[in-house]
């Protein structure tokens, strides 16, 4: 999913879209050669956090470490971009509560559909940006 998910500014493939490398939604062509954002990258789940329903290809939702693009210096927090094929995906129970104990326990959570992005703080009901 973040070959779908996600922007790559050095082969200019923007979010929401799939990678024109990936064969079979499977397989980057150019793994050994890819861009250093993509060789960089790593989703929660590739830190070994959430369940395996919580998985990108299963879930559809991309979750990340997220810096507040205007205060680069500023703390660091979490996001959930979302497969603009699937927007509610993260509706399905057990992601959303997911979400929702990581923006109470943390103060907020970002959740990011292609361009659309939207911060929710501790209480607030969680909705497609």
């Known amino acids: ?19 024109r490398h990936v064969e079979n939604y499977r397989r980057c062509a150019i793994y050994d050669t890819r861009p250093n954002s993509c060789r960089s990258f790593d989703c929660l789940w590739l830190r070994g956090v959430g369940t395996e329903a919580m998985r990108p290809d299963k879930s559809r939702v991309v979750m990340v470490e997220a810096q507040d693009g205007d205060n680069p210096d500023g703390p660091k927090g979490f996001a959930a971009v979302l ?46 940006p």
């Open 83 to 128: 497969d603009p094929t699937r927007p509610l995906a993260w509706q399905e129970p057990a992601m959303r509560a997911f979400l929702e104990n990581i923006r109470d326990r943390f103060g907020a959570i970002g959740m990011a559909l292609g361009s659309r992005k939207r911060v929710f703080r501790a209480g607030q009901p969680l909705q497609t």
């Open 1 to 19: 999913m973040c070959c779908k998910t996600m922007s790559v500014w050095e082969i200019n493939k923007p979010n929401g879209v799939w990678c």
